[in-house]
């Protein structure tokens, strides 16, 4: 019976030092405002269906206004999902070391990855393809 009563004991306690100390790093990411249920329906279809972006991806991707446009967007995202964009996506570090240097697993790096690829495609949807058609 005591080693039942301190096991639960002990949880308790790393749970009121949990909830003391949330984790920075992620908190910035869980908190920003995103959510998939704006872009699916419960069928998992779009809701708004991503727009023409015309034209050929790597002439687009060539102009230099594009791609400030892209910093501007990644300047807007929380600061570590920005960074682990940029290393995969830009510079092609492999996701495992994308794990080691901030210290997560696999599965949260490829969300933070989704979160990126969702908000920068909604980011250039409005701020430069809205006023190309």
Request: proline share 3%; hydrophobic share 40%.
């Amino acid at each position: 019976m005591s080693t039942w009563l301190i096991g639960i004991l002990k949880h308790k306690v790393i749970d009121y030092y949990r909830k003391l100390t949330p984790e920075s790093a992620d908190a910035s990411i869980e908190d920003f405002a995103y959510s998939t249920d704006s872009l699916f329906n419960e069928k998992e279809k779009w809701k708004i269906k991503p727009g023409d972006w015309g034209g050929d991806p790597k002439n687009v991707y060539e102009r230099k206004e594009l791609m400030t446009v892209i910093h501007a967007c990644l300047g807007d995202m929380p600061e570590k999902m920005a960074k682990v964009y940029t290393l995969r996506e830009i510079e092609g570090v492999t996701t495992a070391e994308i794990c080691e240097l901030f210290q997560t697993g696999k599965n949260n790096c490829w969300v933070i990855l989704y979160r990126a690829r969702m908000l920068l495609r909604r980011c250039l949807e409005v701020n430069w393809f809205a006023g190309k058609g």
